[in-house]
């Protein structure tokens, strides 16, 4: 997933050698067919972006902007976990982490999280986590609700895949409101 530009031949600039991550400078998601990314790593970058608050600087070439490139730098969700994250940043969740993957969450002021869960296999591959409380998900992608509460979620994911989700507490998490809801289908243009 972020290990793309390091494995497909990246300059040493561009990667960080002691965890084999891109340099978090800028973001590059819409170049197409010139950086050799999958769209589903470009979304696992954006996802991992918007979680460690990195900055919103593209290195892509505005005027070869995919229609993909563009509709990830704009997406309420992507914006919505950055603008959230502030000063905050993610951190992995190894122990409730499970699967083929990565879980990284971000605690909110409002006392809910947003998760991470990427897929780091060539293969589709189940991620998912475990909470101590049951909770209410939503994915910040699509904005659809992902079913009753519970206290755990897991997804099938395609290979370098990932998914952005926020959990609310049932219990004690009054004050927590949805980042992202996308508008009905009526009012978009």
């Known amino acids: 997933w972020l290990r793309y530009s390091c494995e497909a031949g990246g300059s040493d600039r561009a990667c960080d ?26 979304k696992s970058a954006a996802s991992f972006w918007a979680l460690i608050g ?6 892509s070439d505005l005027t070869r902007l995919t229609p993909s490139g563009l509709a990830l730098l704009t997406h309420g969700g992507f914006l919505a976990v950055h603008r959230a994250a502030g000063d905050r940043t993610a951190v992995p969740d190894e122990q409730s982490c499970a699967g083929g993957g990565e879980c990284w969450r971000l605690r909110l002021p409002d006392g809910s999280d947003v ?29 659809a609700g992902l079913g009753p509460p519970a206290a755990g979620f897991n997804a099938s994911l395609p290979a370098h895949g990932c998914i952005l989700l926020q959990a609310r507490p049932v219990a004690g998490g009054g004050a927590a409101s949805w ?5 009905p289908e009526s009012t978009r243009q």
């Open 17 to 42: 050698a002691s965890r084999g991550r891109p340099d978090l400078d800028s973001l590059d998601v819409g170049n197409g067919a010139l950086d050799g990314v999958s769209d589903e790593e470009r």
């Open 54 to 59: 990195g900055p919103l600087v593209t290195g």
């Open 115 to 143: 998760w991470g869960l990427f897929n780091l296999r060539d293969e589709t591959a189940r991620v998912g986590f475990a909470a101590a409380a049951p909770f209410t998900a939503r994915d910040l992608w699509s904005g």
């Open 179 to 183: 980042l992202y809801t996308p508008a």
